[in-house]
Each structure stands twice: as structure tokens, then as C-alpha cells.
């Protein structure tokens, strides 16, 4: 069974930054030969994507409302994928969640809330 944890999320002000980290496990769980992505979901809004990874890292892409502020890396030692958020703003208030995809497999994790409020 593959998991995928979240943390990171919190209250920040705007233009603060926040971290988020989505470790994967599962016993037949090959991280690295699939791609990854970040989407949030704010209220009243649909799921969006907000960054992707390809599984070796080489090829990323950004939702155009987070270019230049957010970055996405993975370390496939680790199993782990990250999602670093700069220049926040209150319309980045969302709850993030990470997933993978490989093929027709796809998972999702729980989720973690991340606030921009002064």
C-alpha cells in the first residue's frame, strides 16, 4: 500500500515563506519512476495543480499564478518530494497535497493546510 505524507503547512504571513515535504512509502512503491506533483484545493475552488517533477527530476512545471515564487524538487534517495513557497500571498491559501502518478496508478496524500494572513 503506498502512502504519502505531508507536513510543512502553517500560518505565515504575507511574503513569508513556507516548506512542504511529502514522504512516500509502500512495498512495491518505486519512487523514482514516478512523476510527482503538488496541486491545492482553496474553498469553494477546484483541485488545481500547482508544480509537477518529472521521476528523474529533470523536467518541471509551474502553475503560471506560482512561477518565479515556487520551486519543486524530489530527492529519490529519500523517497521525498518538496515544494518550496516564496513571496506568499493570500490567495496561496489552499491545502496543498502531494501525488503521484505512474501510468494508470495515481495516489493522493491527506493534505496540509497552508494560511496567508497578516
Known amino acids: 500500500q503506498v502512502q504519502l505524507v505531508e507536513s510543512g503547512g502553517g500560518l505565515v504571513q504575507p511574503g513569508g515563506s513556507l516548506r512542504l515535504s511529502c514522504a512516500a512509502s509502500g512495498l512495491t512503491f518505486t519512487f523514482n519512476r514516478y512523476s510527482m506533483s503538488w496541486y491545492r484545493q482553496a474553498p469553494g475552488k477546484e483541485r488545481e495543480l500547482v508544480a509537477s517533477i518529472s521521476d528523474g527530476g529533470g523536467s518541471k512545471n509551474f502553475a503560471d499564478s506560482v512561477k518565479g515564487r515556487f520551486t519543486i524538487s524530489r530527492d529519490n534517495a529519500k523517497n521525498a518530494v518538496y515544494l518550496q513557497m516564496n513571496s506568499l500571498k493570500p490567495e496561496d491559501t489552499a491545502v496543498y497535497y502531494c501525488?503521484?502518478?505512474?501510468?494508470?496508478?495515481?495516489?493522493w496524500g491527506q493534505g496540509t493546510q497552508v494560511t496567508v494572513s497578516s
Open positions: 501525488n503521484a502518478r505512474l501510468k494508470f496508478l495515481d495516489y
